[in-house]
């Protein structure tokens, strides 16, 4: 895990060890699958509850060494596959006293530090919040809090250890009083997408759950809420995570 930094500004990322397991731990893991695969075909087939039984069978009857060549390179380009996944979610987070700026491969959001009150990490996600107490980011993420604390206040940020607004959470259910007009619906909508495992739609309607000022959390399946100032229109950032809601 990498923290590089100077007086100016600090870097914190995984680093050329994690590029390092990405790009050559998976592919050896995969061709590590293959080789045995290959190599158990003929005692998988004689198992009546084996999944994907027909495609064992049609390995076991390929000549030698094709079959374990194949399986071979199958794996490696799984592996490959799984590298460039990770590549893309890995977060890169850059801190000065001016600004924060997060970057993946598809995503490069800068915010500024007069507009965030505090920051923290809250079940896997960096989240920095505004004066109003609303979502500004939350980004998905393995990097070290204790990293991620020293680089934020080395530039005098807000850091703080857990969600100061925790305790002011509650669970969601339907026609609960004391949410904002439209939430429910909108919480009802997004419990089904949650369901349904409709990442996109997740998104969007915590977007749209923040417009009206309302800032949700996921334990599960259950939803949890509380409300913020009023917003005035202004959205709170979408939730990011690897591959997920």
Known sequence: MDVAGNRHRTVVSGGPL???VLWGGFPLLGAGAGWLLAAATGWLVRLPWVPFGDLVEWLDRLPEPQATIG????GVLAGLVIAGIGTAERLIVTVDAAQV???RADADQAVARVETR?????????VLLDVDGA???REATDLPSDR?????RAHGWGWAD????RPAYRLWVPDLPGLPNGADALLRARERALERDRRDDVREL????GRIGVVVRDEGKRQYWRVVTERAGRPTSPEREPGGR
């Open 101 to 103: 700026r997060l970057r």
């Open 206 to 209: 915590r977007r749209e759950l």
């Open 135 to 137: 979502e500004l980011v």
């Open 118 to 126: 505090v920051v923290f990490v809250d079940d896997g996600h960096l």
């Open 71 to 74: 399986t071979i390179a199958v």
């Open 162 to 165: 857990g969600d100061p607004h």
């Open 18 to 20: 994690e590029l390092a």
């Open 148 to 152: 991620l604390a020293a680089a934020f």
